[in-house]
């Protein structure tokens, strides 16, 4: 890591999606540090792995993308999620408990890397643990207070997640991404009173005073996004889907870059929506992006 750039950084999960014809690279915040790279920013994947042949490839694999990133080895498996994609290419996630990104520490150089973050991005799922949720409290505390986003993707799995743990990361947020399932399981959890979904979305934004945007997506019915003061929709391009796998993850990404290079909410959200159908057309979650979808085309 280099003191002086400002770095982008995806924090909880690094791991191997196990399809049926094979392992792919995955993890939501992995996937994001990698995507905002393809953009020209200073992504960065922090997570742990395992001191095993997973863990090891994982981080070849990083190398081999040109992926910065801060993942020490601990004393506990690689990750590994098994994936089934129904007839749509939506995925299906089993996800192994007790790895090595359950158990990511606090230290010194991800204090350092805080305090040149310009942006961050969390979930739900690696706080299912308290050491890597004591974690990313921690980093998110030591970020710059003024000028950066701190965006909280919801991302609920299975079961690893709880009312306290949503609320505690909308809390230290000021950028909420949710799609429209969650938005189903949210509402009731966060005493939202039922409504239309822009409803529902601006009494989150209401309730929430730490939030300046929120984002929702709906799948093929498009998606939204909400401020104070606009509210923008894009229809979701229609496209042949592979996998649907990594798609959120671009979008939220590749809306982040375009913020920080300068487009306007209504700007990088069409951009978002953009990269998010060009990666579901591919299986895996780290496809290349063509040139004319990066937001910085330098």
Known sequence: ??????????????????????????????????????????????????????????????????????????????????????????????????????????????????RSCQAVCFGSLAQ?????????????????????????DINLRQAFYSKEIIESSI????????????????????????????????ALLAKYPALDILILTCGEEGSHIFTREIHTFVSTPKVKVASTVGAGDSFTATFVAGILSGLNVADAHYHAVMVSAHVCTHDGAMPQLPHHLKCNKA
């Open 171 to 202: 809390d230290m947020s000021n950028v909420l991404k949710i799609n429209d399932e969650e938005l189903e399981v949210v509402t009731p959890m966060l005493s939202i009173p039922m409504g239309t979904q822009e409803e529902r979305c601006k």
């Open 128 to 152: 299912r643990n308290s050491v890597t949720r004591n974690t990313i409290k921690r980093f998110v505390d030591a970020m710059p207070k003024e000028g950066v986003l701190r965006v909280f």
């Open 1 to 114: 890591m280099d003191n002086e750039k400002k770095y982008i950084v995806g924090i909880g999960e690094a791991l191997w999606d196990c399809f049926p014809e094979g392992k792919k690279l995955g993890g939501a915040p992995a996937n994001f540090a990698f995507h905002v790279s393809q953009h020209g920013l200073n992504g960065i994947a922090v997570s742990a792995v395992g001191d095993d042949e997973l863990g090891h490839e994982l981080i070849d694999t990083l190398k081999y993308e040109d992926m910065e990133y801060y993942i020490p080895t601990v004393n506990y498996p690689t990750g590994t999620v098994q994936v089934t994609l129904n007839e749509r290419g939506v995925p299906q996630y089993e996800i192994c408990e007790n790895v090595a990104w359950d158990n990511v520490e606090f230290t010194p150089e991800l204090q350092d890397l805080a």
